[in-house]
């Protein structure tokens, strides 16, 4: 079942997406604790091929992911969102980066690689950024 979209309480719009993409349940459940405090929803997923099968359409959505996940791997989802002209800011976190892998992100249109550990801050704000709008 897709969730549906959430609409904000005082104002009636939609409230923005954030998809979080890992395959580890710690940093799924840091990333939507630290990102609830924005007022966004928050959708975690431990692999791509979950995410792309309840992808909604609808209000400022951005995607987090890993790139190394069970299955296909966070650049694999990149490829797919491209191929299926799914316009949404990607973010992608690294354990084990290295330049050409962030070259190969950047190069599939995210619109950030970020190693971890990260700093909390500079996600949010990538984040923000994405969403295009004020949270």
């Known amino acids: 079942m897709t969730e549906r979209a959430s609409l904000d309480r005082m104002t009636g719009m939609p409230v923005p997406t954030?998809?979080?993409?890992d395959g580890?349940?710690?940093v799924r459940d840091g990333l939507q604790s630290l990102l609830?405090?924005?007022g966004v929803r928050v959708v975690t997923f431990p692999s791509a091929e979950e995410l792309l099968s309840r992808l909604e359409q609808g209000p400022p959505q951005c995607i987090i992911t890993e790139v190394q996940l069970p299955g296909m791997s966070g650049?694999?989802?990149q490829r797919q969102l491209r191929v299926a002209t799914i316009d949404v800011p990607?973010?992608?976190l690294a354990a084990d980066a290295d330049v050409p892998m962030a070259v190969r992100a950047m190069q599939l249109g995210a619109i950030d690689f970020i190693e971890k550990p990260f700093i909390d801050r500079s996600v949010v704000a990538r984040v923000r950024e994405a969403l295009g709008v004020a949270v």
């Open 18 to 21: 954030v998809y979080v993409v």
């Open 24 to 26: 580890d349940r710690g």
């Open 36 to 38: 609830g405090t924005l």
């Open 75 to 77: 650049l694999d989802l």
């Open 90 to 92: 990607v973010i992608v």
